[in-house]
């Protein structure tokens, strides 16, 4: 079984809580425990969050897919920019008194799996990959 979805959003702030909620809605809607809910949704928006406000280009959209299959969550985060620093993309640690460099931290922490791939001048791709949680009787899990 397998459950799928993908947007194409303008690359806007408007569009990161959007994504965030219909993403949170589903998990719910599945089955998902809210605290794994909150641990893919925080990831997704900072993932969401670091196109809108890095990617460059000539295109000004994104796509977001989001797929359920066998209690894993898949997402990826497709942007037509200049793609990302591969040495950032590694990072482990932020430091504390700097605005930016917490996205990439975050995303590690919340997500099982996650996964760069940069075409340097054609955008960036981001792999999200978590385990779901699910609450007794999930629908996720009689489907």
Known sequence: MEIRYALRLPRDVV????????CRDAMGRLGVTPDCQGDVALALTE???NVVQHADGD???YEVEIEFTRGTCHIRVVDQ???????DSSRTETILDQDSGRGIVLMRLMADRIAFESRPEDGTIVHLQK???LEENALLSAL
């Open 131 to 133: 385990r779901l949680e």
């Open 81 to 87: 920019g200049r793609g990302i620093d591969l040495r």
């Open 59 to 61: 295109e000004n959209e």
């Open 15 to 22: 569009t990161v809580p959007l994504v965030r909620t219909i």
């Open 47 to 49: 993932a969401c969050a």
